[in-house]
Every structure is written in structure tokens, then in C-alpha cells.
């Protein structure tokens, strides 16, 4: 089965500044990547995806951006964090079939919890 | 377009209590895909099942079991003598088939407090 990596797992960030999140995914080749975000209230909102190297399809129009250089990499950024992009980040990966699993399935890393102040 | 509805915003228990975590989706599709993730303090969403459209069999796995009933369009969640480890946030989703981006349609979430 796949693994998902994220770093970093905390990050405090002053209002202004760059953003550089981490994905990496491990035990599988060519899956589709995500990125979410949850806010405090529990809601999962998707942010990008991405069916391939390159290729980015964002789904709700913000502050930041995607990237996916190589096929098992996935990066979000923004050039100037506002107050409203604190929350937790999810980076998902769909993978390789498994008991009771599709190819569809998405398996989710440990997450990032940004705070802007 | 799709939409998943959890209306058990949160449900609080006592330990050994079975409870039932309601889901309820909408969609135009024929063939789509059901899931369950458990979302534990940590923050990681941890898969739980998965079933296609095509497969009304009731599933069950050691105290867990999941009711799939197209004709309410229902995919509803029961843990049997819950633990306290059972205590987190319990997302259902949908995925329709078709295309290759898999999204998956969120329903808010239901928190699920065991109490010992």
C-alpha cells in the first residue's frame, strides 16, 4: 500500500509571508494528488488536484497554488499568506488497489496545521 | 451534482453502546462509489471502506458494518459495542465513476464521543 508524507506537521507563519508545503507519496507510481484544506468546524474542502506531472487543476479560486514537478510530489504554495489560509492541510494520493480498496481510493497524509498571525 | 449529507452533526455514547452514523447521498450517476473515513485527534483521515454502486451486500469487519440501501440512498455506519477508541470524526463520501480526477464529495463530518 501506499504512504503519504507531509512536512512540515506545524507551522506559524506572520501574515505577508511565503508558504511552502510538502507532499510526497510512497508505493505507487502515476497517482492522482490532492490538496485540502479544513478549516476549524470540521468541513474538507479541496483546494487542487492533480491527474499528472505538471498538470493542476485548481477547484476553488484563493490565495495559493499548486505544483507537481515529479510524479510522486505535490506542492502548495502561496506568496503572501493571509489570515484566512490557517487550517489544516490534507495531502491525499489515489494508489494501488487493495482488499475492500479501488485504484480510486484516496489514502491521506498525517496533514499540515498552518497558523497566519 | 453530487452531495453527501451527514445530519448527525455530533453523537456522544457510552462505552459498549452500539451507534449508528447516518449517510445519505445524492447523485445522477448509475454507477458511483461510496467511502467511510475516520478522522482520530491526530488529524489524519483513515480509510474504512469502500463500495460500489453495483454491490448492495452489507459489509461487516470485526465491530464495524455498513448498511448500503440504494433505494434510500443510504450507505449508514454501525459500531457494535463502541470503545473509547472509536471516539473521532467519521466522514462519509461519494465518488462518481468516469473520468480519471476521482474526487470525492465530503459530507461535513458526524463526531462520535465514547465515553468510558
Known amino acids: 500500500s501506499q504512504t503519504i508524507h507531509q512536512w512540515p506537521a506545524t507551522l506559524v507563519q506572520p501574515v505577508g509571508s511565503p508558504l511552502s508545503l510538502e507532499c510526497t507519496v510512497e508505493g505507487t507510481s502515476n497517482p492522482n494528488l490532492y490538496w485540502y484544506r479544513q478549516a476549524a468546524g470540521r468541513g474538507l474542502q479541496l483546494l487542487f488536484y492533480?491527474?499528472?506531472?505538471?498538470?493542476i487543476s485548481s477547484e476553488v479560486p484563493q490565495n495559493l497554488s499548486a505544483s507537481r514537478p515529479q510524479d510522486r510530489q505535490f506542492i502548495l504554495s502561496s506568496k503572501k499568506l493571509l489570515l484566512s489560509d490557517s487550517g489544516f492541510y490534507l495531502c491525499?494520493?489515489?494508489?494501488?488497489?487493495?482488499?475492500?480498496?479501488?485504484?480510486?481510493?484516496?489514502?491521506f497524509g498525517p496533514g499540515t496545521r498552518l497558523t497566519v498571525l | 451534482a453530487q452531495k453527501v449529507t451527514q445530519a448527525q452533526t455530533e453523537i456522544s455514547v457510552v462505552e459498549k453502546e452500539d451507534v449508528t452514523l447516518d449517510c445519505v447521498y445524492e447523485?445522477?450517476?448509475?454507477?458511483?462509489?461510496l467511502f467511510w473515513y475516520k478522522q482520530p485527534p491526530s488529524g489524519e483521515l483513515v480509510f474504512l471502506i469502500r463500495r460500489n454502486s453495483f454491490d448492495e451486500q452489507n459489509e461487516i469487519s470485526g465491530r464495524y458494518s455498513w448498511n448500503f440501501q440504494k433505494s434510500t440512498s443510504s450507505f449508514n455506519f454501525t459500531i457494535t459495542a463502541s470503545q473509547v477508541v472509536d471516539s473521532a470524526v467519521y466522514f462519509c463520501?461519494?465518488?462518481?465513476?468516469?473520468?480519471?480526477?476521482?474526487?470525492?464529495?465530503f459530507g461535513k463530518g458526524t463526531l462520535l464521543t465514547v465515553n468510558p
Open positions: 492533480s491527474v499528472g506531472i505538471g498538470q
Open positions: 447523485t445522477r450517476d448509475t454507477t458511483y462509489y
Open positions: 463520501a461519494l465518488s462518481e465513476s468516469g473520468g480519471s480526477n476521482y474526487k470525492l464529495t
Open positions: 491525499a494520493g489515489t494508489g494501488v488497489a487493495g482488499a475492500g480498496s479501488g485504484t480510486d481510493t484516496q489514502y
